[in-house]
């Protein structure tokens, strides 16, 4: 018998040296691609020295990786099958695909000892990059089907120190991951991460970091120098996407700029920059169009005009008649800009106009000026653009918290009898214990700087303290508005306030216009500087980065959140070149101007990853009346009607019960989240402490997918809806309130549209703003809505069924937001202008539709 053994055992040694009885097959597999020749014209070159490649018998490569079997001479990586090409590159393949994807075969030699493929390696040889979709294997032996989703630009290989890899769908925590794929799962992290230094190219795949130091541009004036955001207590700021321009020749510490036309050439990762149908969509044509071709046409069609608007009929003609231009002027528009630019910016219906969309808070004609409403001045605040600051009173007078050592005399001046006869019986003690006052407060903010502001900028404003009272239909009514300017007292800054109230007719009706005006050019500046920029784009970016540098793209939460990171550091490049920039848009049109960057650093000071958690949000700011653990916790709000909070709190625990279904699969105890390598690395490298438990990383993931997607299109998609009117959410005031016995008061008196324009956004100021905001509140053509993924992202069926369940409750709450939009009891979903509360509804449409949730932060 023994005997018997060995011979059989010297049988199987000969077998698998010679190759008899060993099995082999021929696997299909499909590529699905896009060319650079279908995306830009440009290439034709590439196009020609790519057909002499795969004459040559060169072209795009692939090799099989074993997910099962090492190979000692590959360092115990899995065991590498034959280079197989892709077939035909340069032939037209059938059958067609959508767009502009092209499909390719390619066929592999498998046998035994390869085993079940667990990655491909790819070589393009080719001279131009192209974008690879996914990659699809038939009849694996042992496993059928094996998809491979890539969606990763393949530049040619010579640019690479490693062949690019691409893994199966499958998830793999790390200690899970098969051995013979691990050290290609630790190879293509430190690709990402890079080595930390040099310049970063078109191309690269590179995720690091770097401050804030590329707002400036000292080598043009002194003027223009900008403090370097991040890094320190003095200014400390979220890290952003290193570009690794060289320094500016002015200031070491600040980074060159980039300028037109070169913008779209900023460094961010390859993979992050927009897709072809978004590049060639509206965004960044227009982001780019805006700052060099449309705002100096703009400008001279100001020059050629007054340069104010009279009246609100003035600034109705932009939205409902147009404007006529100058034959000189249309001309210089169609021979300086592409046809359909002209076509979205100056309309034509038989003569040329200058005409925008009609925002939604003006068009219904059949109250034309409801906007002026002091009930819909209180209901945007709960469903406006920027419902994130009201918070419940809880002392009165109101306090200030500003650095007694430096600042004196802070708290409000508003006093009982300016608001007591307005609070529908109830004094002012009944009012709080009943909690029913609320505070909108733009004054600790911006004391610090008000007097910098004033002096070096165009903008005259104030600090401002707004007072509220929660009437019994759940409508917020202003009572007081206070505005205040700095005062030096001694050696401490004190303030001298005035106490505004409500009025209706007369010269005093537009007192109480103009003291809301200042209010909202407070907001609106919080809105877009902290609410918008900060708290959404610029605190995900590091999320970004670390996700990509620390997290395997077989890891389960890597696969969890990259969908919500789409387009979000391009974005942020070009917000940084042209939007956020010294002497940007932002700085030109909004009140803050050369200082809105450094106060929103200050601001970030007081900034806590937790607190991003909506339930938390509500209870800080009062608003909710202990904690909301779920939705049977919704009469906790004090503000029963509140769009924002309603909305926010169905999608927010949507998105949580999400988030625990798929991380419960994946981690089965606190233990396995603590000795996950990955994940403690990117945890490290975004936050301290320690990721210590499940229930942390429920919480943190909710709040990750809450910021990119819910909370940005909250504060992002209604931006034309209400600004584009921008009378209604100005931006910047240029006057100081008129006060009884002056010229001002007087001119008021006998004309006060004309004051009101005046002291607000110049003609130039407000057609600039309303044209950005028009940009920003598209949604494009390839948009990503929430709860949406790529086909066969993952073979888990827990998961799978999971994000089901998830899309599921999304279309329930769609019907629930529906149905309390044409519920007559609830005054703050439509409210006196007739816009509904859809910011927070999960689909939308292309276009400025007012609702829809995409997935990341795309604008």
Known sequence: MVLGDLASSIGNVVSDITGINKTTKTVTGSVVLVKKNFLDFTSLTSTVVDGLFELLGHGVTLQLVSAENTDPANENGGKLGKLEALEYWNLTYTPPLAGSDSLYKVSFEWDEELGIPGAIILRNNHAAEFF????????????????FVCNSWVYPDKQYKQPRIFFANKTYLPHEMPAALRIYREEELKALRGEGTGELKTGDRVYDYALYNDLGDPDNGADLARPVLGGSAQYPYPRRGRTSRPPSKTDPNTESRVFLPEVLNIYVPRDEQFGHLKLSDFIAFNLKGLVNQIIPLLEAYVNLTPNEFDSFKDVDNLYFNGIPLPTDLVNQIASNIPLEMMQEFFRSDGQ??????????????????????????????????????????????????????????????????????????????????????????????????LKMINEYTEAKTYASRTILFLRGDNTLKPVAIELSLPKMEGDKIGCVSKVYTPAEHGVEG?????????????????????????????????????????????????????????????????????LINANGIIEKTFCPGKYSLEMSSVIYKSWNFMDQALPNDLKKRGIADGDINSLDDLDRLLI??????????????????????????????????????????????????????LENLIQSCTIIIWIASALHAAVNYGQYAYGGYFPNRPTLSRRFMPEKGTPEYAELEKNPEKVFFRTMSSQLQSLTVITVLETLSNHASDEVYLGQRTPNWTTDAIPLAASDAFNKRLAEIEGEILKMNTDKTLKNRVGTVNVPYNLLYPTGDVGISGKGIPNSISI
């Open 132 to 147: 690879l979709k996914t990659i699809t294997l038939e009849d694996v032996p042992g496993e059928g089907r094996i998809h």
């Open 352 to 449: 040329q106009l200058l005409k925008y969309p009609v925002p939604q808070v003006i068009q219904d004609r059949s109250n034309p000026i409801a906007w002026r409403t002091d009930e819909e001045f209180g209901r945007e605040m709960i469903a406006g653009l920027n419902p994130l600051l009201i918070q419940l009173l809880k002392e009165f007078p109101p306090v200030s918290n500003l650095d007694p050592e430096v600042y004196v005399n802070q708290n409000s001046s508003i006093t009982k009898q300016d608001i007591e006869y307005n609070l529908d019986g109830l004094t002012v003690e009944e009012a709080l214990t009943s909690k029913r006052l609320f505070i909108l407060d733009h004054h600790d903010t911006l004391v610090p700087y």
């Open 510 to 578: 537009w007192i109480w216009q103009l003291a809301k005006a200042f209010v909202n050019v407070n907001d609106s500046g919080h809105h877009q500087l902290v609410s918008h920029w900060l708290n959404t784009h610029a605190v995900l970016e590091p999320f970004v980065i670390a996700t990509n540098r620390q997290l395997s793209a077989v890891h389960p939460v890597y696969k969890l959140l990259h969908p919500h990171f789409r387009d979000t550091m391009t974005i942020n490049a070009l917000a940084r070149e042209l």
């Open 640 to 693: 029963k009607d509140y769009p924002y909070a309603v909305d926010g709190l169905k999608i927010w625990f949507a998105i949580e019960k999400w988030v625990r279904d798929y991380c419960s699969f994946y981690y089965k105890t606190d233990e396995m989240v603590q000795r996950d390598p990955e994940l403690q690395a990117w945890w490290k490298e975004l936050r301290e402490p320690k990721m210590q438990n």
